[in-house]
């Protein structure tokens, strides 16, 4: 497989957003908006994977200070979107991209590292899972109307910048 995992370039942003598509997670999700994308996120956060030249997936991660549920950690890696298209599933993709998130992590002296996905998300938990990620926070929340009950299962798992790719 001709596959080049590298940081994000201007160019890119179009094709997260037509492969994202302009429904997000929340009115404000930059993922679903390419101007608000641009305005907010840094290229040097996100990470593209392309198949012969064309878009098969991004990472998007961010270093902070203090996660709430665990104040005590100083500098960490916060992953927060893994997707690759659903033609290029199973090939190894997100395990590459996730391997170079952690790789500059590491580079950033960032030594922690979390990811958060549905409880239900059973193929990205396996992949984290592989990568040896610990699970640490499980969180619910319900939300109702007069029909219908949806229930959001938020995992929080944490892993350390090594990398996991066989070369
Ligand atoms: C979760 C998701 C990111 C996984 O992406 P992926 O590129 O398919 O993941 P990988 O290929 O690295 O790993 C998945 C499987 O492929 C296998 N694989 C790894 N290298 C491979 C290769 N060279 N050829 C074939 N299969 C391979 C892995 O062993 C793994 O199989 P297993 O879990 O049964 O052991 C993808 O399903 C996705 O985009 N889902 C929608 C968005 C989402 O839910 N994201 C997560 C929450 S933010």
Redesign the pocket.
């Known amino acids: 497989?001709d596959l080049n995992i590298r940081k994000a370039l201007p160019t890119d942003l179009t094709s997260i957003v037509d492969y994202y598509g302009t429904k997000g997670d929340t009115p404000f999700d930059p993922f679903a908006n390419e101007d608000l994308l641009r305005q907010v996120v840094d290229l040097n956060d996100i990470i593209i994977?392309e198949v012969k030249g064309s878009f098969a997936?991004f990472v998007y991660f961010f270093v902070d200070n203090h996660p709430w549920f665990e104040p005590e950690v100083d500098k960490f890696g916060h992953?927060?979107?893994?997707?690759?298209?659903?033609q290029?599933?199973?090939?190894?993709?997100?395990?590459?991209?996730?391997d170079y998130a952690m790789e500059d992590l590491r580079k950033r002296n960032v030594r922690v590292a979390y990811?958060?996905?549905?409880a239900n998300?059973v193929?990205?938990l396996?992949?984290y899972e592989?990568m040896g990620v610990q699970r640490i926070w499980t969180d619910h929340t319900f939300q109702e109307d007069n029909r219908l009950r949806i229930s959001r299962f938020g995992l929080g798992v944490k892993f350390y910048p090594t990398t996991t790719t066989k070369s």
């Open positions: 497989m994977a997936g992953i927060m979107g893994v997707h690759v298209k659903p290029y599933q199973g090939k190894g993709i997100a395990t590459r991209m996730l990811i958060d996905t549905g998300n193929e990205a396996r992949l592989r």
